[in-house]
């Protein structure tokens, strides 16, 4: 069964200074991997995703993740964070095979202090 | 691009009536998901469509839920009849091919009272 984990339930860091969202999948085979940012009252934005080929990938805003398959990882990562990147943030995992079924972490909530 | 587009935005209803929420994709995709989200369970996926036809509705909690696509520019979630558990913010989001990332649109927050 695919399921996705984010460890963390809010992350707190200082503007300008690097961030980490984490998380880890279980799903079989090589896997699609995203990432989702939710505002309040808002529906869920792509930031970025990973299908195939280098293991960094970037996307909106000034993210990148960076995809570990020994370590079933592919956390979020921004070297510098603003005040406006808080948010709520998704991971979500979809195999290859079978239904076209994305699984949603249950969200990393991110507050950056001014 | 006008993205998904869902209605109405916000629900307050009585527990037992009929709800319908609505949801138009994004022109073109064909992909169609509805979701909800709740503080307990997070974000639970009901049923997904391909080319309007229903792939997958094994999420779908009861048989007081059901989803139509009649065509590609739109489709409901119908709750009847309603229960305050039912209570959460219903999510639709489109996509474009399997390779592609969902288009989520703003929203339903429903209210069973």
């Known amino acids: 069964a695919q399921s996705v984990a984010q460890p963390e339930d809010q992350v707190n860091v200082a503007e300008g200074n690097p961030l980490t969202v984490k998380c880890t999948y279980s799903v079989s085979g090589n896997p699609y991997l995203f990432w989702y940012v939710q505002y309040p009252n808002r529906g869920l934005q792509f930031l970025l995703k990973y299908i195939t080929g280098d293991n960094l990938v970037k996307g909106s805003y000034g993210f990148e993740a960076e995809f570990n398959k020994s370590q079933t990882s592919f956390h979020l990562k921004k070297p510098s964070a603003l005040v406006s990147d808080s948010a709520l943030y998704f991971c979500?995992?979809?195999?290859?095979?079978?239904?076209?079924?994305?699984?949603f972490g249950t969200g990393t909530r991110l507050k950056v202090l001014a | 691009d006008a993205g998904v587009i869902q209605s109405p935005r916000h629900e307050v209803t009585e527990m037992g009536q009929e709800v319908t929420l609505r949801c138009k994709p994004i022109?073109?995709?064909?992909?169609l998901f509805w979701y909800r989200q709740t503080m307990m369970r997070g974000l639970e996926l009901l049923i997904y469509?391909?080319?309007?036809?229903?792939?997958?509705d094994s999420g779908m909690p009861e048989d007081r839920f059901s989803a139509k696509m009649p065509n590609a520019s739109f489709s409901t979630l119908k709750i009847q009849p309603s229960e305050p558990r039912d209570s959460a913010v219903y999510f639709c989001a489109s996509s474009l091919g399997q390779n592609s990332p969902l288009h989520f649109g703003n929203g339903t927050r429903l209210t069973v009272t």
């Open positions: 469509f391909n080319n309007n036809v229903p792939i997958d």
């Open positions: 979500a995992v979809r195999g290859r095979l079978g239904t076209y079924k994305y699984i």
């Open positions: 022109s073109g995709h064909d992909y």
